[in-house]
């Protein structure tokens, strides 16, 4: 079986080599512009649109990540780009889920015990207690509740804090307060202390983090956004930091990436940035998956992972 590989700023030779490993009778190569030549299967992280458009021999098509939303937008940009008959199949935890969870884990613990504003008082070389926040009240809201979220929600509650989740149908997660579709939204946000989200970014999440949303949390609360920029509406965070209707956000994601150099973002000191380093891409784990399910498609079994293109994840 043919197997073309494209993921930029990546090693591509420890990728194919680790590729000839797991599947050793498959024949595989780097995708280069102009390479039509047939394939059977494809591992991707955001391909362009030569890459894919026409290759109607695609079976499938494997997205090196959770997030299949670079992918989408270019079937959305240019209709038929995407193989008629390929299944996209996104990368399912391959190890960003305890990596999540420890970034989530460590951004709620440093509100929850003031760690920022005490790093603050160490700048201005201040010694002084602050009033401790109530565990008990320190709600916890989880936007999403899929690989990820559930175990982001998890991991947290573990600390004792209260816990809720939000996803689209109905979950149940022990030790979690589930809330489902958008009817529940307002109850699922009403009161959260600190907003965590890990949806998808599909049409109907885009911008989801907006004045509406801040207004229905605590006064004070936080946010953290390690699903993608497009989901927060940055004008409305820093209103809602000025206003004092939120207290810091911790941000890993960002509408243009790198976030660029005069973003107001850079000079906000409630906002802590990483650069899109929430939960990488771990070679030796995704290698392994996608291998595994590359050999059960050619069985012809079906696996898990699979976008549904109208729902957009
Ligand atoms: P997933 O398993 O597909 O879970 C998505 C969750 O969001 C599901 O619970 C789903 O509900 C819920 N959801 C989707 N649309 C919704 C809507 N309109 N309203 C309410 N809930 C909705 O995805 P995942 O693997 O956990 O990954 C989540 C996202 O994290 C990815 O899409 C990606 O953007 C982001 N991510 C970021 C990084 C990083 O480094 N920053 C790394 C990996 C992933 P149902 O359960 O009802 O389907
Ligand atoms: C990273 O952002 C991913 O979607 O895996």
Not at 154 to 159: D, M
Request: net charge negative.
């Amino acid at each position: 079986m043919k197997i073309l590989f494209y993921m930029p700023h990546a090693d591509a030779a420890a990728w194919l080599h680790d590729f000839a490993r797991a599947l050793p009778e498959a024949d595989l190569r780097e995708w280069q512009p102009g390479d039509t030549a047939p394939a059977d299967f494809a591992v991707v992280w955001r391909p362009p649109h030569e890459m894919l458009a026409g290759r109607d021999d695609l079976r499938a098509i494997f997205n090196l990540g959770a997030g299949v939303d670079a992918i989408l937008a270019l079937e959305h940009e240019r209709p038929g780009t995407l193989p008629r008959n390929a299944q996209l199949i996104r990368l399912e935890d391959t190890g960003m889920g305890p990596q999540m969870a420890e970034y989530v884990t460590h951004a709620v613990l440093r509100y929850l015990r003031r760690f920022d504003e005490y790093q603050a008082l160490q700048n201005e070389r201040r010694w002084h207690v602050l009033d401790p926040h109530q565990r008990e009240t320190f709600t916890v809201g989880v936007l999403g509740l899929g690989v990820l979220g559930a175990q982001v929600a998890q991991a947290v509650a573990a600390f004792g804090m209260p816990v809720r989740g939000y996803s689209r149908g109905a979950r149940q997660i022990d030790g979690i307060t589930t809330f489902a579709g958008a009817a529940q939204f307002d109850a699922f946000l009403d009161g959260v202390k600190v907003l965590v989200n890990l949806l998808p970014h599909t049409p109907d999440t885009r911008d989801v983090l907006n004045a509406r949303t801040f207004s229905k949390l605590a006064r004070g609360a936080y946010l953290i956004n390690v699903a993608r920029g497009g989901h927060l509406v940055e004008a409305d965070l820093l209103d809602a930091l000025a206003s004092g209707q939120l207290a810091a956000a911790t941000l890993d994601v960002f509408r243009e990436e790198p976030l660029p150099d005069d973003h107001p973002f850079w000079q906000a000191p409630r906002i802590t940035i990483t650069p899109h380093m929430s939960a990488l891409t771990l070679r030796e784990e995704s290698v392994e998956q996608v291998a595994r399910k590359i050999e059960a498609l050619m069985r012809g079994e079906t696996v898990g992972g699979v976008v549904s293109l109208e729902r957009g994840y």
